[in-house]
């Protein structure tokens, strides 16, 4: 009787041994995940002024690895793993605050080091896996191309997009005064769209799009309430697109996540390629979506500088151009509330944080990459 006695004391002490080493074990780790957010913000400090070694060895090599092994695990799955994966995240953070009010058994020192540490963890893959790009050499330097343009050229430019877009409008329909109407499923868009990225011409954006993974987003209706067309998740490198929106946007949309998901990450820099690709490609509904999303921007730059020019430039265009550019507006006015402008504020700081210091302004600079591919083009 005294020998199991003793023998089970020696287990209990055994067992007391190893939980306080795997709880050692398990703070020293959060400690050392705590302490290294701080070293990665230094870090991406000092990379912010190296875009030429981003461009080399990440965006051109190791991205390209990454992605097409995230690419080779979500593809084949017919739904966003990307949507589930915020779910998951929004839980845990969920489930952290309600342990934080009702904590018993950690202390708040203890809690605050774990919140910091999974910060630090989520901060690290964010740019391992396609953070990184946000700090690459500008894309109008590797397109060898200027970013200042006078309101001559813009003109120039408009006018062009006017007299494509007003010329193809007439082949799509029987009237000039009727929409375009895209007799699309959501399907058959992507894989033309995935057909444009895989067949392109252009030599100078060195794209190169092997595995389709592009899917409709299971949160298309808060992102509608949020005025988001479509994201790219960082963790899984999925391609998602809000498939409420109207389908004349579908081919833009999905060519501007795509553009994201191939490493462009800049709001700007993602119009153009979707521009480019787009206005470029064989299918006259693609190229519509293409033009009249570039003559989007052109216009409304345009109004900045001459508001009256503007409105004659706009007044050339054929009444059912103007009814797809409705259709369009009349969609988000319909979710238009206080959590888009929300949204509008925190997604703007995003990208200043992620060297966009335009915000949600930066949106407007495609314009320059436009015009001067464009002027680039013509000699």
């Not at 605050?97 to 774990?114: A, D, G, Y």
């Not at 029987?174 to 895209?182: A, G, N, P, Q, R």
Request: charged share 20%; proline share 3%; hydrophobic share 40%.
């Amino acid at each position: 009787m005294v020998k199991f006695d003793l023998r089970e004391e020696m287990q209990i002490s055994r067992l007391l041994k190893i939980n306080f080493k795997i709880e050692f074990l398990r703070n020293t780790n959060l400690k050392l995940l705590a302490i290294f957010f701080p070293i990665q913000l230094l870090f991406i400090f000092i990379l912010k002024r190296c875009p030429d070694l981003v461009e080399t060895y990440y965006s051109q090599s190791l991205f390209l690895y990454i992605s097409q092994f995230q690419h080779f695990l979500t593809s084949w799955i017919p739904f966003s793993i990307g949507d589930l994966f915020y779910s998951a995240l929004v839980l845990i953070i969920l489930g952290w605050l309600i342990k934080l009010i009702r904590r018993k058994t950690k202390s708040l020192k203890t809690m605050l080091l774990e919140a910091f540490a999974f910060v630090s963890l989520i901060y690290f893959l964010f740019h391992v896996f396609w953070g990184f790009n946000y700090y690459r050499l500008p894309l109008h330097e590797s397109l060898g191309i200027s970013t200042e343009y006078s309101k001559a050229d813009l003109l120039d430019y408009t006018c062009h997009l006017i007299q494509q877009t007003n010329t193809l409008h007439s082949q799509l329909v029987t009237e000039d005064s009727l929409k375009v109407d895209y007799d699309f499923t959501q399907k058959e868009v992507q894989n033309l769209v995935f057909q444009a990225y895989q067949n392109t011409s252009n030599t100078d954006l060195k794209i190169t799009y092997r595995i389709e993974n592009l899917k409709p987003s299971l949160f298309s209706l808060p992102l509608s309430y949020a005025g988001f067309s479509g994201y790219v998740n960082p963790f899984t490198n999925e391609a998602q697109y809000n498939y409420k929106i109207p389908t004349y946007k579908f081919p833009t949309t999905m060519a501007h996540e795509i553009g994201h998901q191939l490493g462009f990450s800049k709001e700007n820099e993602a119009n153009f390629i979707a521009s480019i690709i787009t206005m470029e490609d064989e299918n006259k509904f693609l190229r519509y979506s293409g033009l009249t999303f570039a003559l989007k921007y052109s216009l409304n730059d345009m109004y900045k500088k001459d508001p009256i020019l503007s409105e004659v430039l706009i007044s050339d265009l054929h009444p059912g151009v103007l009814k797809n550019y409705q259709e369009v507006q009349n969609f988000w006015e319909t979710y238009t509330g206080p959590v888009e402008l929300i949204m509008e504020k925190v997604y703007g700081n995003y990208l200043k944080v992620n060297n966009q210091p335009q915000g949600i302004e930066s949106y407007s600079y495609v314009v320059a990459l436009l015009v001067n591919y464009y002027q680039q083009q013509l000699h």
